[in-house]
């Protein structure tokens, strides 16, 4: 019994893992997955520093950067059937022209409608990050999970930094900018339709509703809508915030990378640090260096003092560094409170708390600047980090309830998130 029972578990475990090359297929989808980086990168660089060359209101420049986030979160609902009902390759390759085409629209339409072309590549863009982020997941080793999607995500960033900082030597004042971002989505599709490697099948998913999550781990919740809230804000409207207050192009964009550059110096030390220490800690220490750099950077401004394009620079640097990694302390959170078991019906619910805030955080942070001028935007990021740090200070003086409240599960092969609205899978009745 006992040798028949191990030859049945080396049966399952063998299913689970991919049938084809598992470094052919992996190659294919993170070279994919690099080249569609540097193509989103470049537009969403290119289109706020276009708007505000134009002059146009800062309210606009949010508007058009919200409309990214909103199709994004409307993806996150409905692509994941599609994906299922066509396979990863044919919908990566729908995706990748539906972005190349709408990136051409930039070029033949007002600045005043680009939210409308911005929505549609968020829709696409979610396509993607589901297509790219299931397909690693069911492809990659269950021992080499989580160095690989640690890799991905270093690359990933280094993809981001250098598309950022290569805007710079190109003329924003021409569209040549937006046909080279279009060129780069549709060269992601020669790596993806070259492999032979087949997409990972789909499987049971275990759901996890959003009050669940806030019951066990509200700090996750607060820390995923709080990187929402202010990548928003960081990747939409600074490019923007560099231009309105009397930097070259060059330096705006310099801006911005720094943010980018910060991320990623403490992408990897965060995450390392939120296995030794409590969460909480890490998260509200993080939310309060934001804040001082935000009266910092006021300070700066205020001041005038010399050199003060470089303290702009380091200090947003700091800022990506205490903002945009809290992600990952924050899903480690989720996990260790709710179980990994549920990895992945808690991942979709937790890129739905990240993406609202990314909806509403270019709307807010622009109003602020409507409302008392260009560093109306220091006092947004400022203000919401305090309000974080005050209710991670608060949750710290709690007893929170014991971990993984749920008992253990069978764990099922990697799969795509299908979630709704409610919080439950389309399994769920």
Same mark, same amino acid.
């Given at each position: 019994?006992?040798?028949?029972?191990?030859?049945?578990?080396?049966?399952?475990?063998?299913?689970?893992?991919?049938?084809?090359?598992?470094?052919?297929?992996?190659?294919?989808?993170?070279?994919?997955?690099?080249?569609?980086?540097?193509?989103?990168?470049?537009?969403?660089?290119?289109?706020?520093?276009?708007?505000?060359?134009?002059?146009?209101?800062?309210?606009?420049?949010?508007?058009?950067?919200?409309?990214?986030?909103?199709? @994004?979160?409307?993806?996150?609902?409905?692509?994941?059937?599609?994906?299922?009902?066509?396979?990863?390759?044919?919908? @990566?390759?729908?995706?990748?022209?539906?972005?190349?085409?709408?990136?051409?629209?930039?070029?033949?339409?007002?600045?005043?409608?680009?939210?409308?072309?911005?929505?549609?590549?968020?829709?696409?863009?979610?396509?993607?990050?589901?297509?790219?982020?299931?397909?690693?997941?069911?492809?990659?080793?269950?021992?080499?999970?989580?160095?690989?999607?640690? /890799?991905?995500?270093?690359?990933?960033?280094?993809?981001?930094?250098?598309?950022?900082?290569?805007?710079?030597?190109?003329?924003?004042?021409?569209?040549?900018?937006?046909?080279?971002?279009?060129?780069?989505?549709?060269?992601?599709?020669?790596?993806? &339709?070259?492999?032979?490697?087949?997409?990972?099948?789909?499987?049971?998913?275990?759901?996890?509703?959003?009050?669940?999550?806030?019951?066990?781990?509200?700090?996750?919740?607060?820390?995923?809508?709080?990187?929402?809230?202010?990548?928003?804000?960081?990747?939409?409207?600074?490019?923007?915030?560099?231009?309105?207050?009397?930097?070259?192009?060059?330096?705006?964009?310099?801006?911005?990378?720094?943010?980018?550059?910060?991320?990623?110096?403490?992408?990897?030390? !965060?995450?390392?640090?939120?296995?030794?220490?409590?969460?909480?800690?890490?998260?509200?220490?993080?939310?309060?260096?934001?804040? /001082?750099?935000?009266?910092?950077?006021?300070?700066? !401004?205020?001041?005038?003092?010399?050199?003060?394009?470089?303290?702009? @620079?380091?200090?947003?640097?700091?800022?990506?560094?205490?903002?945009?990694?809290?992600?990952?302390?924050?899903?480690?959170?989720?996990?260790?409170?709710?179980?990994?078991?549920?990895?992945?019906?808690?991942?979709?619910?937790?890129?739905?708390?990240?993406?609202? &805030?990314?909806?509403?955080?270019? !709307?807010?942070?622009?109003? /602020?600047?409507?409302?008392?001028?260009?560093?109306?935007?220091?006092?947004?990021?400022?203000?919401?980090?305090?309000?974080?740090?005050?209710? !991670?200070?608060?949750?710290?003086?709690?007893?929170?309830?014991?971990?993984?409240?749920?008992?253990?599960?069978?764990?099922?092969?990697?799969?795509?998130?299908?979630?709704?609205?409610?919080?439950?899978?389309?399994?769920?009745?």
């Amino acid at each position: 019994m006992a040798a028949a029972q191990e030859g049945e578990t080396d049966v399952t475990e063998a299913a689970a893992e991919p049938k084809t090359s598992s470094v052919a297929a992996l190659g294919a989808i993170v070279s994919g997955a690099l080249i569609l980086q540097v193509a989103a990168t470049i537009v969403n660089t290119a289109v706020p520093l276009k708007m505000a060359l134009a002059q146009k209101a800062p309210l606009l420049i949010g508007l058009v950067g919200s409309a990214y986030s909103v199709g @994004f979160l409307a993806g996150c609902f409905v692509i994941p059937a599609f994906i299922r009902r066509v396979g990863h390759i044919r919908a @990566f390759g729908v995706f990748a022209a539906l972005q190349a085409v709408l990136t051409l629209s930039f070029t033949a339409t007002p600045l005043d409608v680009w939210g409308i072309s911005r929505l549609g590549m968020g829709f696409g863009g979610a396509g993607h990050a589901i297509c790219i982020e299931s397909w690693i997941s069911g492809q990659a080793k269950a021992g080499q999970r989580g160095r690989v999607f640690g /890799f991905y995500q270093i690359l990933n960033r280094l993809a981001l930094i250098g598309s950022q900082i290569g805007v710079g030597y190109v003329s924003l004042q021409s569209n040549d900018i937006f046909l080279l971002a279009s060129a780069a989505f549709s060269i992601a599709l020669i790596p993806v &339709g070259m492999t032979k490697a087949k997409g990972p099948e789909s499987g049971e998913v275990v759901s996890v509703r959003l009050n669940t999550i806030w019951q066990y781990a509200p700090a996750s919740v607060i820390g995923c809508l709080y990187v929402g809230l202010m990548g928003g804000a960081l990747t939409n409207v600074a490019p923007a915030y560099g231009i309105l207050i009397g930097l070259d192009q060059t330096w705006a964009i310099l801006l911005t990378a720094g943010i980018q550059i910060g991320a990623l110096v403490l992408q990897w030390p !965060l995450g390392l640090l939120a296995d030794r220490v409590e969460s909480r800690k890490i998260m509200l220490s993080a939310t309060l260096s934001v804040v /001082f750099c935000s009266v910092a950077l006021g300070a700066v !401004l205020w001041f005038a003092l010399p050199h003060a394009r470089f303290w702009l @620079f380091g200090l947003f640097a700091l800022i990506g560094a205490g903002s945009m990694p809290i992600y990952t302390v924050a899903v480690a959170h989720a996990y260790f409170r709710l179980g990994r078991e549920r990895a992945l019906g808690l991942s979709a619910q937790l890129l739905f708390l990240w993406a609202t &805030g990314s909806a509403i955080g270019p !709307l807010v942070s622009t109003a /602020f600047m409507q409302a008392v001028g260009p560093n109306g935007l220091l006092a947004y990021l400022g203000l919401l980090s305090a309000a974080a740090g005050a209710y !991670l200070a608060f949750r710290l003086r709690r007893n929170p309830p014991s971990a993984n409240p749920f008992g253990e599960r069978k764990p099922t092969a990697p799969t795509i998130p299908d979630v709704s609205p409610s919080g439950r899978s389309q399994g769920d009745k």
